[in-house]
Each structure stands twice: as structure tokens, then as C-alpha cells.
């Protein structure tokens, strides 16, 4: 395969991309296929090395925001005939529910990670802040109720501000875990579109 049916081959699988995001994905391997050749490598010899264009297009569509690898899978590749706009009308009141019910499933279960993140930094929150209500009754202690009190308060400032370290390092390690698994629900929402892309 040349280079010229190389980049016909990507565009067909990228067909859905916006114009601006295809050009500049054909240009860029454009340029690295023109790379290889100016090194001495033979055409056909640099394209091969590129890969598949079929998994080309599948690693840009992956590296895409999620929105714009729906609005690209669920585009029609051609205009609606009449009778498939009646279908989908007539069929809305089945397909519109299932679609919101997918929709709002994605979107609590990804608000889900972010919400325990959010938690987990609460509660060493909520133990810092303690330390710091410690210290300062603490400090009115020692003024109004005597030594005893204010060793009790200081004594509990302590403890609440060795546990809001300890469990800021803790919480650190699970929100890093977190974030990595909100990431793979991307992908794995991601690549559940490609399948069904590929399937038509």
C-alpha cells in the first residue's frame, strides 16, 4: 500500500470527524510516513510500518473527549430515509428512556469516583479542623478551667492532627487509584462505542 491509499484508507474510517481534527490526523501521519522516506526508508516499507489504518483510527477516535467519539459513532454515515425517520419516531417512546437511562448511569457512576474523592478529603478535613478547635479550647482552657482540661483538649488536638496526616498520605495513594479508575471507565465507555461502531 502506497502512501496516497494509506491516508484514503485512514479518512474512510475517520469519516464522522469534524473536517479540522481528520485534516490535522492525516497530516500528522502524513508527515511521518514523508519522515521515513527522506531517511532512505521505501514508501510502501513506511506505510506498512505505520500499521493498519483501521487501528490507526481506532487509537485517534480513543484519544478523543468522550462527547465527540459519541457525536462520530452515532452520526449517520448517510442522510435518514423517510421511513427510518418514521421508525425512529414511532420507536422514541422505547429508545429515548433507554438512552436517558444510559446517559444518567454513566453520569452517576463517574460522579460516583468524583464524590468519594471529594469524601475521602472531607473526612481528613473534618480531623484537621478538629485538631484546630483542640488547640484553641485548649489554649481558653488553660485560662478558665485549669491544667487538667487543657492537657484533656491539647491532648485530642494532637491525636486529631497526627490522624489528619496519617490519612492525608492514605488518601493521597486512594484518590491517585481513584482518578486512574475514572479514567479507565472513560476508556472502557469509549471503546463499548467503538465495538458498536464496528458492528454496523
Same mark, same amino acid.
Given at each position: 500500500?502506497?502512501?496516497?491509499?494509506?491516508?484514503?484508507?485512514?479518512?474512510?474510517?475517520?469519516?464522522?470527524?469534524?473536517?479540522?481534527?481528520?485534516?490535522?490526523?492525516?497530516?500528522?501521519?502524513?508527515?511521518?510516513?514523508?519522515?521515513? /522516506?527522506?531517511?532512505? $526508508?521505501?514508501?510502501?516499507? *513506511?506505510?506498512?510500518?505505520?500499521? +493498519?489504518?483501521?487501528?490507526? !483510527?481506532?487509537? @485517534?477516535?480513543?484519544?478523543?473527549?468522550?462527547?465527540?467519539?459519541?457525536?462520530?459513532?452515532?452520526?449517520?454515515?448517510?442522510?435518514?430515509?423517510?421511513?427510518?425517520?418514521?421508525l425512529l419516531v414511532l420507536g422514541s417512546?422505547?429508545?429515548?428512556?433507554?438512552?436517558?437511562?444510559?446517559?444518567?448511569?454513566?453520569?452517576?457512576?463517574?460522579?460516583? /469516583?468524583?464524590?468519594? $474523592?471529594?469524601?475521602?478529603? *472531607?473526612?481528613?478535613?473534618?480531623? +484537621?479542623?478538629?485538631?484546630? !478547635?483542640?488547640? @484553641?479550647?485548649?489554649?481558653?482552657?488553660?485560662?478558665?478551667?485549669?491544667?487538667?482540661?487543657?492537657?484533656?483538649?491539647?491532648?485530642?488536638?494532637l491525636v486529631s492532627i497526627g490522624v489528619?496526616?496519617?490519612?492525608?498520605?492514605?488518601?493521597?495513594?486512594?484518590?491517585?487509584?481513584?482518578?486512574?479508575?475514572?479514567?479507565?471507565?472513560?476508556?472502557?465507555?469509549?471503546?463499548?462505542?467503538?465495538?458498536?461502531?464496528?458492528?454496523?
Amino acid at each position: 500500500m502506497n502512501k496516497q491509499a494509506f491516508l484514503a484508507a485512514l479518512q474512510e474510517q475517520l469519516k464522522g470527524l469534524s473536517q479540522n481534527d481528520m485534516e490535522k490526523s492525516l497530516e500528522y501521519y502524513s508527515e511521518i510516513i514523508d519522515d521515513q /522516506i527522506e531517511d532512505g $526508508i521505501p514508501e510502501e516499507e *513506511a506505510v506498512s510500518a505505520m500499521g +493498519a489504518p483501521e487501528e490507526i !483510527a481506532r487509537q @485517534i477516535l480513543m484519544d478523543l473527549p468522550l462527547p465527540k467519539v459519541v457525536r462520530v459513532k452515532t452520526k449517520p454515515s448517510r442522510p435518514l430515509r423517510v421511513w427510518e425517520i418514521v421508525l425512529l419516531v414511532l420507536g422514541s417512546p422505547v429508545w429515548v428512556p433507554l438512552m436517558l437511562t444510559a446517559v444518567i448511569l454513566f453520569a452517576v457512576c463517574y460522579m460516583v /469516583i468524583w464524590v468519594m $474523592i471529594f469524601a475521602l478529603y *472531607a473526612i481528613d478535613f473534618s480531623f +484537621a479542623m478538629g485538631a484546630l !478547635a483542640g488547640f @484553641i479550647q485548649g489554649g481558653i482552657s488553660l485560662f478558665t478551667l485549669g491544667g487538667t482540661q487543657a492537657a484533656f483538649y491539647f491532648g485530642t488536638g494532637l491525636v486529631s492532627i497526627g490522624v489528619a496526616i496519617l490519612l492525608f498520605f492514605a488518601f493521597n495513594i486512594l484518590a491517585v487509584k481513584l482518578v486512574h479508575l475514572s479514567q479507565q471507565f472513560i476508556l472502557w465507555t469509549k471503546s463499548c462505542f467503538l465495538r458498536k461502531g464496528d458492528n454496523k
